[in-house]
């Protein structure tokens, strides 16, 4: 079946804009995260979902940076103003949830860059 | 919080030789270890896990042990071929659908 998908792939952005980035769990997924991967790191938590809330933000680095999944699928990670150090790759995960499993399936990610 | 340290940062090998990556965790009540494949520019991909009510898991050329004890696991690829040049990241998290912790990863290359 199909697996995770992002969209877009990569987004080019000016220092202070607003970016909305994509993420399509595999279809019966009810987890889903975000995860930022910077040059040369592994990725890093920005925040988890279980159905329609989030389980877990403790990730997100400060209120410049907001996600959310209102019907229980697609998820959208905003961020406001952005600076030049949110230049990442942002990808996504997701996994069947509900203590079944807890292996997470990721996307190609966004690469973001902010000018 | 859980914090996952991982070696070595690069790893040259030559074809047919064997691959050892090595990764500690700190908080004794993670109980999964994921090990992850990511080619340049593609998204990281499950190669094996292994969870802590087991000892080491096997699947073909790809090893995982843990010592729960010593708190460390590691990835062993035998038999290395030019397709097994990657960055591999190890993770840790808590079973049940939480966040996984990961290493900063290893880029392994094989030398034909």
């Known amino acids: 079946g199909a697996g995770v998908s992002q969209t877009p792939s990569n987004k080019v952005t000016e220092k202070g804009k607003y970016v909305e980035l994509r993420c399509d769990p595999i279809?019966?997924?009810?987890?889903l995260y975000w995860y930022r991967q910077s040059l040369g790191q592994g990725p890093e938590f920005l925040i988890y979902?279980?159905?329609?809330?989030?389980?877990?933000d403790s990730g997100l680095p400060n209120d410049r940076f907001f996600a959310v999944r209102p019907e229980g699928s697609v998820s959208t990670l905003k961020i406001q103003r952005t600076e030049r150090g949110d230049s990442a790759v942002y990808l996504c995960?997701?996994?069947?949830?509900?203590?079944?499993?807890?292996?997470?399936?990721f996307g190609p990610g966004t690469r973001l860059t902010v000018l | 919080g859980e914090n996952v340290e991982q070696h070595p940062s690069t790893l040259s090998v030559q074809e047919g030789d064997s691959a050892v990556i090595k990764c500690t965790y700190s908080?004794?009540?993670?109980?999964?270890f994921p090990w992850y494949k990511q080619e340049l520019g593609k998204r990281p991909q499950l190669i094996i896990d292994?969870?802590?009510?087991?000892g080491e898991k096997k699947d073909q050329r790809i090893a995982v042990t843990l010592n729960k004890t010593a708190k460390h696991f590691s990835l062993h690829i035998t038999e290395t071929q030019p397709e097994d040049s990657a960055v591999y990241f190890c993770?840790?998290?808590?079973?049940?659908?939480?966040?996984?912790?990961f290493g900063k990863g290893t880029r392994l290359s094989v030398i034909a």
């Open positions: 995960a997701s996994s069947l949830g509900g203590r079944k499993t807890d292996t997470q399936y």
């Open positions: 279809s019966g997924h009810t987890a």
């Open positions: 979902f279980q159905g329609t809330g989030a389980a877990d």
């Open positions: 908080d004794s009540a993670s109980n999964y």
């Open positions: 292994i969870r802590s009510n087991v």
């Open positions: 993770a840790a998290s808590i079973w049940g659908n939480t966040p996984l912790v």
